[in-house]
């Protein structure tokens, strides 16, 4: 195998505590038919089998930079640790209990390399036990133009299957959500990217998302929560953030936007009672 200093594409995979499922996961970015590339994993101070395995991985394979924190920085910053790190022109998050088809990275290469307005490329993604479904995994392509594919993000109320894309590095770093935590920030950062280019979802391929993030959890409304507002409006950060980023859209766009922030919201709030309600009951019993 050839490995350039400056690889093609740069795979961060921030971890806490992931021992059960990471192996799987670093073997198939291992795997990957495409070669050139750098898989920086950052440990944050996990108190597992972590290290072990991240150790025996870039002590095997020079593609792999293992980094372990000396304490424990948060989710978000981890996050965002491994992007400011990583070297290369494309980009992608690797969950440590999400795996990959062996040609996930060769394909969407392929087709951003040939393809300069798309700033991100993915592969049909589903959660373990899930299904491919474009418009509740929220990977479908969005390729109108950028206020169009921004209305068009919020469809429905969806997973966010396109975080998990192979990105144009330099648009990752234009994103300010990035630094911020709140109850859907990964949607900000979303749509942050609509302003900058297009998403493709190829055909082939694919991405299996685990379950053990905080999305599928019982904490996925409160991990994230910062103001007393946020018990009434889950997604108030997020609707100001949509609003300052469509201040350039019509007017319709911008009554569209309005109706569909307030409809998600009221669904949000309907979804947090329920799981309120649902953690006392198991609580009583």
């Known amino acids: 195998?050839?490995?350039?200093?400056?690889?093609?594409?740069?795979?961060?995979?921030?971890?806490?505590?992931?021992?059960?499922?990471?192996?799987?996961?670093?073997?198939?970015?291992?795997?990957?038919?495409?070669?050139?590339?750098?898989?920086?994993?950052?440990?944050?101070?996990?108190?597992?089998?972590?290290?072990?395995?991240?150790?025996?991985?870039?002590?095997?394979?020079?593609?792999?930079?293992?980094?372990?924190?000396?304490?424990?920085?948060?989710?978000?910053?981890?996050?965002?640790?491994v992007l400011t790190h990583s070297l290369a022109e494309f980009f992608l998050w690797n969950a440590a209990d999400d795996t990959r088809s062996p040609n996930f990275i060769e394909i969407n290469l392929l087709f951003l390399e040939h393809h300069p307005e798309y700033v991100a490329s993915t592969s049909p993604t589903k959660y373990v036990g899930g299904e491919f479904d474009p418009i509740r995994m929220g990977d479908a392509s969005l390729e109108a133009t950028c206020e169009k594919n921004f209305i068009a993000f919020f469809n429905t109320w969806h997973a966010n299957g396109r975080f998990y894309s192979l990105f144009r590095r330099a648009a990752l770093t234009r994103c300010d959500s990035l630094d911020h935590l709140f109850f859907a920030s990964d949607?900000?950062?979303?749509?942050?990217?609509?302003?900058?280019?297009?998403?493709?979802?190829?055909?082939?391929?694919?991405?299996?998302?685990?379950?053990?993030?905080?999305?599928?959890?019982?904490?996925?409304?409160?991990?994230?929560?910062?103001?007393?507002y946020e018990y009434i409006m889950p997604l108030l950060e997020l609707s100001k953030v949509a609003w300052i980023l469509a201040s350039t859209f019509s007017v319709f766009s911008k009554a569209r936007l309005i109706l569909i922030l307030f409809r998600l919201n009221v669904m949000a709030t309907w979804a947090q009672m329920r799981l309120a309600f649902r953690s006392m009951l198991g609580r009583w019993r």
Not at 18 to 30: C, H, P
Not at 213 to 221: A, D, E, K, N, P
Request: aromatic share 12%.
């Open 187 to 228: 949607w900000a950062f979303i749509l942050e990217c609509c302003l900058q280019g297009k998403f493709r979802r190829v055909d082939e391929g694919w991405t299996l998302i685990g379950r053990g993030g905080v999305s599928q959890s019982s904490r996925r409304f409160s991990a994230s929560r910062n103001h007393w």
């Open 1 to 81: 195998m050839h490995f350039s200093v400056t690889p093609r594409v740069s795979i961060g995979v921030p971890v806490y505590n992931g021992g059960a499922s990471l192996r799987e996961a670093l073997e198939s970015l291992r795997t990957q038919s495409f070669n050139d590339i750098e898989i920086l994993i950052s440990d944050n101070c996990s108190s597992d089998a972590t290290e072990a395995i991240c150790l025996e991985y870039a002590n095997r394979d020079p593609r792999f930079r293992y980094v372990r924190q000396p304490e424990n920085i948060g989710a978000a910053a981890n996050f965002r640790y």
